[in-house]
C-alpha cells in the first residue's frame, strides 16, 4: 500500500475513521508522481499524520549497551533524516535522492532526483501536530 497511494485512496474513501502515519513512508512518497503524491495531501490533509518508530536507545538491535558516541551518531542520523523529509514536505526544492537505505548501507551516488511538495504551511501544522491531537485526545499540551 505504501507504494502507490492511490491504494491509500481506496482505504481512506472506504473507511472515513481511518488515518495513516506517514513517517517512515516519505521515501516511498518520493517515488511516485509528484503532482499525485501533493494531490493526495491537499485533499486528506485531516487524516495524514507525521510520526515515527525511530529512537536512539541505549540498547543496539543485538541487546548490546551502545556507547555515548553511537548513540550521539545515531540521532544525528534521525535528525538529518526527519529534517530532510521535512524540506521535502515544505520546500519545492530539487533534491538528489536514491533509496538510502538498500541493504541498510546508503547508496554512494544519488540515483534520481525528486521536488519538494512546497505543500502550505496549514496543512504541514495539521500533519505534524493537529492532526495527532484530533486522532489520540489528551495529547495536547502546551510548548
Given at each position: 500500500?505504501?507504494?502507490?497511494?492511490?491504494?491509500?485512496?481506496?482505504?481512506?474513501?472506504?473507511?472515513?475513521?481511518?488515518?495513516?502515519?506517514?513517517?517512515?513512508?516519505?521515501?516511498?512518497?518520493?517515488?511516485?508522481?509528484?503532482?499525485?503524491?501533493?494531490?493526495?495531501?491537499?485533499?486528506?490533509?485531516?487524516?495524514?499524520?507525521?510520526?515515527?518508530d525511530?529512537?536512539?536507545?541505549?540498547?543496539g538491535?543485538?541487546?548490546?549497551?551502545?556507547?555515548?558516541?553511537?548513540?550521539?551518531?545515531?540521532?544525528?542520523?534521525?535528525?538529518?533524516?526527519?529534517?530532510?523529509?521535512?524540506?521535502?514536505?515544505?520546500?519545492?526544492?530539487?533534491?538528489?535522492?536514491?533509496?538510502?537505505?538498500?541493504?541498510?548501507?546508503?547508496?554512494?551516488?544519488?540515483?534520481?532526483?525528486?521536488?519538494?511538495?512546497?505543500?502550505?504551511?496549514?496543512?504541514?501544522?495539521?500533519?505534524?501536530?493537529?492532526?495527532?491531537?484530533?486522532?489520540?485526545?489528551?495529547?495536547?499540551?502546551?510548548?
Amino acid at each position: 500500500m505504501s507504494y502507490d497511494v492511490n491504494e491509500v485512496i481506496k482505504r481512506l474513501d472506504r473507511y472515513p475513521n481511518f488515518a495513516v502515519e506517514i513517517g517512515g513512508r516519505t521515501r516511498y512518497l518520493m517515488w511516485q508522481a509528484r503532482g499525485k503524491v501533493r494531490s493526495f495531501f491537499i485533499e486528506y490533509q485531516d487524516r495524514i499524520l507525521y510520526g515515527t518508530d525511530l529512537s536512539a536507545g541505549l540498547f543496539g538491535s543485538d541487546g548490546n549497551h551502545l556507547s555515548d558516541e553511537q548513540i550521539n551518531n545515531m540521532k544525528q542520523s534521525y535528525l538529518k533524516r526527519h529534517d530532510f523529509f521535512m524540506r521535502y514536505y515544505a520546500s519545492d526544492e530539487i533534491f538528489p535522492w536514491a533509496n538510502n537505505i538498500r541493504g541498510g548501507r546508503p547508496v554512494p551516488e544519488p540515483e534520481y532526483t525528486v521536488q519538494g511538495l512546497a505543500l502550505p504551511k496549514e496543512e504541514l501544522e495539521k500533519v505534524y501536530y493537529h492532526n495527532a491531537v484530533k486522532w489520540f485526545p489528551g495529547i495536547d499540551r502546551e510548548y
